[in-house]
């Protein structure tokens, strides 16, 4: 989704700006804009589509700036073009405005900014700002105040960033349920929506709350609320580095997560595990888990993926601690006044931590009195922070637009609190050492699973020209079933529908002819002799079928056109194992369509908006 990046110092702003666009490019965006000061004027250079472009433009300009600000937009009110594009300016263009979010009441502020004279030029609610604030600036008073008075008439979310010709020693941010963060460097400071873009200059940051503003000089910085009050902030070191969020050596980011899910499984596990005891060690919980454990009712809330990882852990915690569990999406939990006690313990997945629904739903949670346990990958995340609770992924930085290292991270995290409730209430220590147990095998198994990458490129061949795609599976892998067509839609546009496999008589099977690839997820659980049924019932309509099976099912092959074989866990652990081949699957099919795999079309990585 949109991204911002600022720069005030004494380097030359724009190569600064470029790169941090660039960091931001995996959020997903359809144009991009940056506005600079410089030899007393300022200036502003946009276009439809991709941050190069832009470069392109720049560098035929040698342009030396101290004070700039730059940003990629997620079109939502407006086509993606180049004059919808921010930085916004006012009219006399001294005054540029960039912003993520939404301003709800923008058509009630521009019919009043009309009757002052105002024409608008761009389709978007974020044209608004710049004009408000420059209303108040002819009424004489000051960037800072006006920026203040105009955010007070503001109704929706916002993280931006303003910069003014006629004070030029200064860019003013704000936040309002859109993230936003303030990088420290030496005679230098930064603005930004997200650490990667400022993380090649800084790790110092200050991380913005909902309702505060920050001054920010190129020596030092002022944070305050919108009423004016001055807070003292602290500044965070950021561990993550550089390398981290690089493609290393990978065509696509996409791939290089998938291949490292050895590690980041392991990582999300890390000094978690404690066999003697047969159960989980979870710090972040620490003054919660006897309210987790006789928590009346669980409810998980999330959005995408992280909704799928919801719905394994539905599986999992009703199967071992017995205590009833929902699955909500958050958009929906949100809006429909949801009943909610005290005795509730609602679970709120998010890789970013910044997605819309997902933290006004913990909002609603917490307004309600509910324990609300944040479950997240992004370290200092708005989910992170004002969860009252919480456990990190560790998954490490996320940056190809499918999430994939993410889930099966979510999906560990997830067995783990599993883990430790049932071994509070009333699983032996047996049974909790063996779940532990299968758990540090997961790592290797995952490993044996990626060497199948080119057996799985080679039957993407086969299906890349394939319009639809049916995914099923039963029981845990159900959840994947999801998860694997909603990999293949997001990247390669083929539509893709995943059903529990018994629905498939209610319904879907009209759909299946020799045109109609089916994947069949079916390794040798409880289920397998039923999902087996379903496959002959696919097989007698001519359907073809790809089986994600067990590695020692031989019987599986007289029924599909392709088995992919993987090795075998305990069923609660089963689906961190299945969606890999899923997962590289939808990849390679993307890919040999010719298709942009780490930015798909019309999609964000971290949706800030609702
Ligand atoms: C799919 C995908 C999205 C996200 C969803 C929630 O590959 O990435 O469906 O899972 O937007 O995002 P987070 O987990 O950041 O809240």
């Known amino acids: 989704m949109c991204g911002i990046v600022g720069y005030i110092g004494n380097k030359n702003c ?18 991009a804009g940056i506005a600079y000061l410089a030899d007393g004027s300022s ?23 101290n004070l700039g600000i730059g940003h990629t937009r997620w079109a939502t009110h407006g086509i993606p073009n ?45 044209e608004t700002i710049p004009y408000l604030i420059d209303s108040f600036l002819k009424k004489g008073f000051p960037l800072c105040k006006s920026v203040q008075l105009a955010l007070n008439e503001i109704e929706g ?47 110092q940051v200050v991380y913005l709350e909902d309702g505060e503003m920050a001054v920010v000089y190129k020596d030092h910085f002022v944070v305050k609320t919108i009423e004016d009050v001055e807070i003292k902030k602290e500044i965070t070191e950021i561990t993550m580095s550089l390398e981290e969020i690089d493609k290393g050596g990978y065509p696509h980011f996409m791939l290089k997560e998938i291949m490292e899910q ?10 978690r595990l404690i066999y003697e005891e047969g159960t989980a060690k979870l710090g972040g919980l620490e003054g919660y888990i006897d309210r987790i454990v006789n928590s009346k009712r669980i409810i998980i809330s999330a959005c995408g993926t992280s909704w799928h990882a919801g719905l394994v852990g539905e599986y999992m915690l009703e199967q071992f601690t017995r205590i009833p569990t929902e699955v ?12 909610i006690s005290k005795d509730d313990t609602i679970i709120f997945i998010s890789q970013s931590g910044e997605t819309a629904d997902t933290l006004a739903a913990m909002r609603e949670a917490k307004r309600k009195g509910a324990l609300a346990l944040g479950i997240c990958n992004v370290v200092g995340s708005s989910i992170a922070r004002e969860s009252m609770t919480g456990i990190y992924t560790h998954a490490g930085p996320e940056i190809g637009v499918a999430s994939t290292k993410a889930f099966s991270s979510q999906l560990i995290v997830l067995a783990l609190i599993t883990l430790l409730i049932a071994r509070k209430k009333d699983m032996s220590l047996v049974d909790g050492q063996g779940i532990v147990e299968e758990m540090t095998k997961l790592p290797d198994k995952i490993r044996q699973i990626l060497k199948l990458n080119s ?22 892998n159900f959840p994947v079933a999801l998860e694997g067509a909603l990999k293949l839609k997001e990247i390669s546009y083929i539509h893709a529908e995943g059903y529990p496999a018994a629905e498939m008589k209610h319904g879907p099977i009209a759909l299946i002819d020799d045109n109609m690839p089916t994947v069949f997820i079916a390794p040798k659980d409880s289920t397998y002799d039923k999902i087996i049924s379903n ?49 590289l699957l939808a990849y390679h099919i993307a890919v040999k369509k010719g298709l942009n795999v780490d930015q798909p079309r019309n999609l964000a990585k971290s949706v800030t908006v609702e």
């Not at 057996?455 to 845990?476: C, D, M, P, V």
């Open 14 to 31: 724009i190569p600064i700006l470029i790169n941090g666009l660039k960091r931001l490019e995996y959020r997903g965006y359809d144009s």
């Open 43 to 65: 200036f502003v250079i946009k276009n439809k589509g991709k941050v190069s472009l832009l470069e392109e433009k720049l560098s035929h300009l040698n342009i030396n700036s």
């Open 82 to 126: 180049e004059i919808n594009a921010h930085p916004h300016f006012n009219e006399d263009k001294t005054l540029y405005v960039i912003h993520n979010g939404i301003i709800e009441n923008y058509q009630t502020i521009r019919a009043s900014l009309r009757k002052l004279g105002y024409n608008f030029i761009t389709e978007t609610d974020s």
């Open 157 to 203: 979310t916002y993280g931006l960033a303003v910069i003014y010709l006629n004070e030029p020693d200064k860019i003013i941010a704000a936040r309002k349920g859109s993230p936003l963060i303030l990088g420290i460097g030496e005679n230098e400071n930064f603005v930004a929506s997200d650490v990667s873009a400022i993380l090649a200059h800084t790790k």
């Open 262 to 271: 050895p590690d980041s499984v392991q990582n999300s596990m890390r000094g």
């Open 328 to 339: 909500e999406y958050a958009s929906e939990f949100r809006y429909r006044n949801p009943i």
């Open 455 to 476: 057996e799985i490129e080679a039957i993407a061949e086969k299906f890349k020209s394939a319009t639809n795609f049916l995914y099923l599976g039963r029981g845990y």
């Open 535 to 583: 496959i002959e019932e696919t097989k007698a309509r001519k359907g073809v079928i790809i089986g994600i099976a067990s590695e020692n099912d031989d019987n599986i092959d007289r029924l599909v056109d392709y088995s992919i074989k993987i090795p075998d866990t305990i069923r609660m652990l089963m689906p961190i194992l299945t969606v890999i081949p899923l997962q």
